[in-house]
């Protein structure tokens, strides 16, 4: 992304989301031709980033979307995919999500315990539909990320073992109001080994032969996200390599490949920008204060993740410093021990890889107003979120009446 970040700066102000959409169109490309010649849909997860820009951006190039509420739903709807192109996964669908999807027609929902299907069923029956369902296994292989983004093994909450996943594909062929589609695998995500996908693909591939023996006839086979991208020095997979695992796994079978990407499509689509306010140094301890902080930025407090950070423009001999922010937290940090120059008030600084799980995981804690987001296609910037005011932050308390106070 070659921008002038001093004119966007100028323009909208800091904190401040920045996305290349040129990026993510070659994202998209990439990986989709690397299933050239296989039936394949790429269901992008839309809660890395729900930006209705980004989901419309995504839906003119073909995507669909992965959405773990109903609220993503509409999201993806709004934005213009398709309905056949939209999954619905997620633990813990309630009543009335599990209605307005089936309401709605999308391609299919996928279901992670029996319990679930059951409700599924039932309320299915009660529209008068037959609900397409894929049913999320957990494979129990070993994803080698980060244990609180890793899903697929038995102690994680998400999906059921193999054998339950038979007796839910047994029951749901019985039912006349579950039409099951799909199995669909999720074992985590930042991947960057290739052996744990291919060894849940082996397993899940294998499942879906026993299953037609019983003439079951999976169509969907989705392979979930979770592809890994370079934050710092990460060698991640390549898509081919990706493709060539998972086509082999699949050969056999007439099925389309689903895959899920969030992370892969925007992490390095993204920067935020922020302003440093002063600099501070606590005995031997730099700190660099900064106006964004983890109610914007939340993956450095919440995982401790490592994000690229620099500075406009700046130069000088480079000492490390944590950059932090405002919010009343010690945690609050955007980077730690971070190179940086000696550094004025209104310098910026660029945090990289924001694209992903940023403003997504946002908040107003501290009652700071969300950031806004641009876009940049061809070279010009665009508005696709306002930010946020104070009136717009209190606008539903507001709304209640407090005179019984
Ligand atoms: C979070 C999630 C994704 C996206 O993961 P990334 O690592 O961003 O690719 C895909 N599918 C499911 C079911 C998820 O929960």
Known sequence: MSLNIKELVEKYNTPLYVYDFNNITNRYEELKSAYEGKKSLIAYAVKSNSN????????????GADCVSIGEVKRALKAGIQKYKIIFSGVGKRDEEIR????????????????????????????????????????????????????????????????????????????????????????????????????????????????????????????????????????????????????????????TILMEPGRYMMANSGIFLTRVLYEKQNGDKRF??????????????????????????????????????????????????????????????IVHSAGAYGFTMSSNYNTRGKVAEVAILDGKDYLIRQRESFEDQIRLEEACDTSWL
Not at 52 to 63: F, P, Q, T
């Open 52 to 63: 209705l820009a980004v989901i419309k951006h995504l839906a003119k190039l073909g995507a």
């Open 100 to 255: 307005e999807a089936l309401k709605e027609d999308i391609l299919l929902l996928n279901l992670e315990s029996e319990a679930e299907m059951k409700r599924v069923a039932i309320i299915a029956e009660e529209l008068g539909v037959e609900a397409r369902i894929s049913i999320r296994v957990n494979p129990n292989v070993d994803p080698q990320t980060h244990p609180y983004i890793s899903t697929g093994l038995h102690e994680n909450k998400f999906g059921v073992s193999i054998d339950t996943a038979k007796r839910m594909y047994i029951y749901a062929k019985k039912s006349p109001h579950l039409n099951p589609i799909g199995v669909h695998f999720h074992i985590g995500s930042q991947l960057t080994e290739l052996s744990p996908i291919s060894e849940a693909c082996e397993i899940v591939a294998d499942l879906v032969r026993s299953l037609k023996a019983i003439d079951i006839d999976i169509k969907f086979f989705d392979i979930g996200g979770g592809l890994g991208v370079v934050y710092d020095n990460e060698v991640t997979i390549k898509t081919s390599e990706y493709a060539r695992v998972i086509s082999k796994a699949t050969k056999d079978l007439d099925v």
């Open 288 to 349: 660099v204060i900064v106006d964004g902080a983890m109610n914007d930025l939340l993956r450095p407090s919440l995982y401790g993740a490592y994000h690229k950070i620099e500075a406009v423009q700046k130069d000088g001999e480079k000492t490390p410093a944590d950059v932090v922010g405002p919010v009343c937290e010690s945690g609050d940090f955007l980077g730690k021990d971070v190179e940086l120059p000696l550094l004025d008030n209104n310098d910026i600084l």
